[in-house]
């Protein structure tokens, strides 16, 4: 068999792994444990990269996330685990940010741009307007509103793979509703991060 | 094919019998007769029944009939010449029904039943590899391809003697008091079996019976090939006779040490099967 | 050796994703459905705990907040489990069952017992890193395949599908589940509420057995 | 005795990280001793960029809103493939017409190669994902709230 590109990339990207893999047998403390995981992480994406197609970005994209997510209900389950209820973030404690209009402006900039761009970037766009919004504020949101608003934007997400699948003359109005479902679900999700940072003013 | 399945059933359950009447006799003890496990299964039916205030109790009436359900399944795929793999599968499934059976009621007992068998479940393993590695001769994973075979070629067990020692020990591994009966050892009372009663045992007496009777005629199938009825029978009896002198002569491991004890096996039934494999593409 | 578990008896067409029944697949897949049902209309069991060797025993109480969560996730498992059973293409496969992960971790995180959660938060670290070798192997089989279509994988045309790619994807879905070596599963199994406990364990076997069907396959 | 010291490590559970670990990494190290890896040419959704294109890189072939050829597994099953791809909304449209590039990253706009596949022919995978991340959110909210 011949080496080809792809086979020296797999050599760098297995070998990176290795050392990853080998850094976390080794170690012994679960927090480092958890950080290491992270490293672990990018020579995963790395090989789905070397596909080298277009299948290759939509496949990173799901790696990604579920990386990711995976990671945000880990620490969770560590703070529970070693009773970690203090909050030591504390917003953005600049009492300037805190009372001007600054941050409201940035923020809905970030929104208005985010919803035009729409779809996965536009979603983080609009989400990290309201982290920061959220962030600087001190605002204590009702939790259950957004998450009920990001159930719904799943379900539309569902609702417009129904319709590719099995009405594919109305790829349109599908297409809309993956969008829209997709800035709204991101968005609410950024946000909700961003409301669980920012709840120490008081 | 009910009356089979009855008869499957109940013969399953005197070949339980005679492995504890054989035990029983080696260890110098007279032992129940042969059809206890029998009227065990008829008593249990007219006793009566209750679920346990602690229980959650759909589950603990469902995982009886899913118990039945599967090896009724298993039963019709053996004796339809199906796939092996379905055969495997089921058999691997049945630890969940234990555990089903241990953790529905609320007891302790039966939760640490339940958790054992679940923890054992690599002992399953030895069984597939032994699968792959008929597969590897044989091309196939459909019985009556595996039956074919053994027609051209003659018994499997001299073909792939270490496969066959595998499934004796992945048989051994589910018999009544042997070296790997961690479920049911007695510090845990009957183990996952202990807060069902009346016709809820029964209905897992009933499963046990069948199971038995899958589990052998598979072996005799796969390593020995399609033989009449009757030597059938025979080869069924004399398999759980060497089974119960296995089961005697042996101590009772603690729970860990049997789960290590079995994925040791696994490891080098997994050399064997790589072994196959790559002599056979060689 | 293609066609190992039997002909497909019926394909569904979700674009490039193919869902289709084989007889193998479709005993883990009523299995899977039977016990989401349990799940979905059984109430946990209240488990005793005894001090061995004394006469104490308590009762442990689930609360309801607790009780609905947990059957959530456990609904949610039985159902990546499923998707997982009938799924003809690796990389929604390696999808469902990292989903199948994510669940087992949070029907258990959500028991009160320091003991279950330390043992949570363990599993948990293994099944992220279980991703790894799961999206990895799913790439490999892409790329010296050109198809992730286990029904193409089957047709035996392709190139073969290189040992590594095999052993990763092997490896993941162990990792996700950790089935079938349960030992270091035990204490999660030890936490009340039966149904959703075992939907732990027959997920993460359900897994397992597909994986097997998978790798014989190309 | 080998068998009750290998057991006593198995039984901890603190020990099935660095176990799981060690068999990733000696997997990882079995494949780099089997490469090469013959690379497979004949690649689904192969990556064809014209960089001339005001579309870069989002253009896949064709002009904007006529149907674009997507090379897919089982091209009858979608016969919408290739219209998600060169759709644009009007905002897109305008940057590209004004622009040299609409030098956007991943889906910034409906339309790119990349909805294509995750939306119509492998939507079924992104359908999986955000169910993974929802699974996720919904077990730090649980555990957050709880804490709190």
């Not at chain 2, 007219?46 to 589950?59: E, G, I, Q, R």
Request: proline share 5%; glycine share 8%.
């Amino acid at each position: 068999m011949m080496w080809g590109q792809y086979s020296y990339g797999l050599l760098v990207v297995l070998i990176a792994a290795a050392i990853a893999f080998i850094a976390l047998a080794m170690e012994t403390d679960d927090l480092h444990r958890f950080l290491l995981l992270d490293l672990i992480e990018i020579p995963s994406l790395a090989v789905i990269a070397l596909l080298g197609t277009d299948l290759a970005e939509a496949l990173v994209l799901p790696g990604l996330t579920v990386g990711i997510a995976e990671q945000l209900a880990l620490s969770q389950i560590y703070c529970v685990k070693e009773r970690i209820s203090a909050n030591p973030v504390h917003g953005l404690n600049i009492e300037v940010i805190a009372k001007a209009d600054a941050p409201l402006i940035i923020s809905i900039f970030l929104v208005v741009y985010g919803l035009i761009l729409s779809g996965f970037t536009g979603g983080g766009v609009a989400g990290l307007g309201l982290v920061f919004f959220f962030m600087s504020r001190g605002y204590k949101e009702d939790l259950n509103l957004l998450e009920m608003a990001s159930g719904i934007s799943w379900a539309v997400w569902i609702f417009a793979f129904f319709v590719f699948m099995f009405l594919p003359q109305y790829w349109y109005v599908a297409l809309m509703c993956a969008a829209v479902g997709i800035v709204l679900k991101v968005t609410v999700k950024m946000s909700l991060v961003g409301t669980m940072w920012g709840k120490g003013d008081e | 094919m009910i009356a089979e399945l009855v008869l499957a059933t109940v013969f399953g359950l005197l070949l339980l019998g005679i492995h504890r009447k054989v035990i029983a006799r080696i260890q110098r003890r007279p032992g129940p007769p042969v059809w206890q496990e029998i009227l065990h299964m008829l008593k249990f039916s007219f006793k009566s029944t209750w679920v346990p205030a602690t229980a959650s109790a759909t589950l603990f009436i469902g995982v009886v009939l899913v118990a039945i359900g599967i090896w009724t399944a298993a039963f019709f795929v053996v004796f339809t010449g199906g796939s092996l793999l379905v055969v495997f599968a089921i058999y691997m499934l049945h630890k969940i029904v234990e555990h089903g059976f241990g953790l529905s009621s609320g007891s302790p007992y039966g939760k640490f039943g339940g958790v054992r068998s679940v923890i054992s479940a690599a002992s399953e393993i030895p069984l597939f590899v032994s699968v792959a590695a008929i597969a590897i001769f044989t091309r196939s994973f459909t019985l009556s391809d595996i039956v074919l075979y053994q027609q051209v070629h003659g018994p499997l067990l001299f073909i792939a003697f270490p496969a066959a020692i595998a499934m004796y020990l992945v048989i051994l591994s589910k018999m009544p008091s042997g070296p790997f009966s961690i479920v049911e050892s007695k510090e845990l009372v009957s183990g996952y079996k202990t807060e069902h009663f009346g016709v809820w045992r029964a209905g897992l007496e009933v499963c046990n019976g069948l199971k038995t009777t899958v589990l052998f005629s598979t072996f005799i199938l796969v390593f020995i090939g399609q033989v009449p009825i009757l030597w059938m029978v025979v080869g069924m009896v004399l398999l759980v006779i060497s089974l119960s002198f296995a089961c005697a002569l042996t101590p009772m491991l603690s729970p860990f040490d049997s789960v290590t004890v079995q994925t040791i096996v696994t490891g080098l039934m997994l050399c064997y099967g790589t072994f196959l494999y790559v002599g056979g593409v060689a | 050796m293609s066609n190992l578990a039997g002909i497909p008896y019926y394909v569904l067409e979700f674009g490039d994703e193919l869902v289709y029944f084989t007889p193998y697949t479709i005993t883990l897949f009523l299995l899977a459905l039977t016990f989401t049902i349990f799940v979905l209309v059984s109430r946990p069991e209240r488990q005793v705990d005894i001090a061995f060797g004394g006469d104490a025993y308590t009762t442990k109480e689930i609360t309801i907040s607790e009780m609905r969560f947990r059957r959530f996730m456990a609904i949610a498992c039985g159902l990546a489990s499923m998707g997982a059973m009938v799924t003809g293409d690796i990389f929604n496969f390696t999808l469902f069952t990292a989903m199948v992960g994510i669940t087992n971790v949070g029907i258990v995180a959500a028991v009160k017992s320091p003991h279950v959660q330390n043992a949570a938060f363990q599993y948990g670290l293994v099944a992220l890193t279980a991703t790894v070798p799961l999206f990895g192997g799913a790439a490999v089989y892409a790329a010296a395949t050109g198809s992730l279509s286990m029904i193409e994988l089957a047709k035996g045309t392709l190139p073969a599908v290189p040992f590594v790619a095999k052993a990763f994807l092997v490896l993941g879905v162990i990792g996700e589940g950790m089935a079938p070596f349960y030992a270091a599963k035990a204490e999660m199994f030890r936490a009340p509420g039966a149904p959703y406990v075992i939907m732990c364990s027959l997920s993460s076997l359900l897994i397992f057995l597909r994986v097997i069907e998978v790798v014989m396959l190309g | 005795m080998i068998i009750r010291r290998i057991s006593h490590y198995l039984c901890n559970y603190e020990n099935i990280v660095p176990l799981f670990a060690g068999a990733c990494a000696f997997i990882v190290l079995i494949g780099i001793l089997l490469l090469p890896i013959q690379y497979h040419n004949d690649q689904l959704y192969p990556k064809t960029i014209d960089r001339n294109s005001t579309l870069d890189p989002y253009d896949r072939g064709g002009p904007p809103f006529a149907q674009a050829t997507i090379r897919a597994q089982y091209p009858e099953n979608s016969p919408s493939a290739g219209l998600v791809t060169s759709y644009l909304t009007p905002f897109s449209q305008f940057l590209a017409d004004t622009t040299p590039h609409l030098g956007t990253t991943i889906v910034a706009h409906p339309g790119g190669i990349l909805d294509e596949i995750l939306y119509n022919t492998r939507g079924l995978d992104t359908v999986v994902e955000p169910t993974i991340l929802f699974i996720a959110f919904a077990i730090a909210s649980y555990l957050y709230r709880k804490g709190s």
